[in-house]
Nanobody, 121 residues
Framework: VQLQASGGGLVTPGGSLRPSCAASGSISSITGMGWYRQAPGRQRELVAG???????NYADSVKGRFTISRDNTKSAVYLQMNSLKPEDTAVYYC????????????????WGQGTQVTVSS
């Protein structure tokens, strides 16, 4: 699975961004997709995730401000980010979890290349 993220940028506090991530390759093996972020000097953390069935989960710090959505036809995942704060500044990575099926029963996580989000006045 290959992931291509885009849509980061520079925005002032209170602004919005909507990064997107397109998957290609073994798309049928994807069981869920998500967004993580990593700020300088900090560990990578989960921002939001969404399963094939549409179930979502969010980090407490972004609940009510961020919305994850998925276009299964295009195998894409989006992250609508509203009311952005300076502490949201980070490199945002999309991820895809896969399962190989009952034959080999293997799970894996793939990562996109990251897109920079900077919130600053």
């Amino acid at each position: 699975v290959q992931l291509q993220a885009s849509g980061g940028g520079l925005v002032t506090p209170g602004g919005s961004l909507r990064p997107s991530c397109a998957a290609s390759g073994s798309i049928s093996s994807i069981t869920g997709m998500g967004w993580y972020r990593q700020a300088p000097g900090r560990q990578r953390e989960l921002v939001a995730g969404i399963t094939n069935g549409g179930a979502t989960n969010y980090a407490d710090s972004v609940k009510g401000r961020f919305t994850i959505s998925r276009d299964n036809t295009k195998s894409a995942v989006y992250l609508q980010m509203n009311s952005l704060k300076p502490e949201d500044t980070a490199v945002y990575y999309c991820s895809a979890d896969t399962w190989s099926g009952w034959g080999t029963n293997e799970v894996a996580r793939y990562w996109g290349q990251g897109t920079q989000v900077t919130v600053s006045s």
